[in-house]
């Protein structure tokens, strides 16, 4: 493959902001497991193939994906790591809950011996 990766220093777009859109999302998803092109991820989505650049050119801007050329086709590949934000975010949030489902089963453990001495 022929390099022309679109991949800017300082993405343009926020990585929230790019996966807000569950197409985008959808998109990420398919190129997980491959690299595609326009086309074939087009075949994929009830949207014209128009409507999938665009949204492509949202994933490159935020960096989460780039595009080589290979011959006339652009063929467009995941950036796992530019997700690293959003998994920090959502760890922060996810010891939220381990914390309240800790307290939640300390609670019913409490309250399930209290019943078991009655019974």
Not at 28 to 43: A, H, I, Y
Not at 76 to 86: G, I, K, M, N, T
Request: charged content about 30%; glycine content about 4%.
């Amino acid at each position: 493959m022929t390099s022309s990766n679109k991949l800017p220093q300082q993405p343009s777009t926020d990585v929230f902001a790019a996966i807000a859109h569950p197409v985008r999302r959808e998109i990420l998803d398919r190129l997980s497991e491959d690299d595609l092109t326009v086309k074939r991820l087009s075949e994929q989505f009830a949207i014209s193939r128009p409507a999938v650049s665009q949204h492509l050119a949202i994933l490159l801007e935020a960096g989460l994906v780039t595009r080589q050329t290979e011959g006339r086709q652009n063929y467009y590949h995941l950036q796992p790591d530019a997700l690293q934000e959003v998994d920090k975010w959502v760890r922060h949030y996810q010891r939220f809950w381990d914390r309240k489902l800790d307290k939640l089963g300390n609670y019913l453990q409490r309250k399930h011996g209290t019943n078991s001495d009655e019974a």
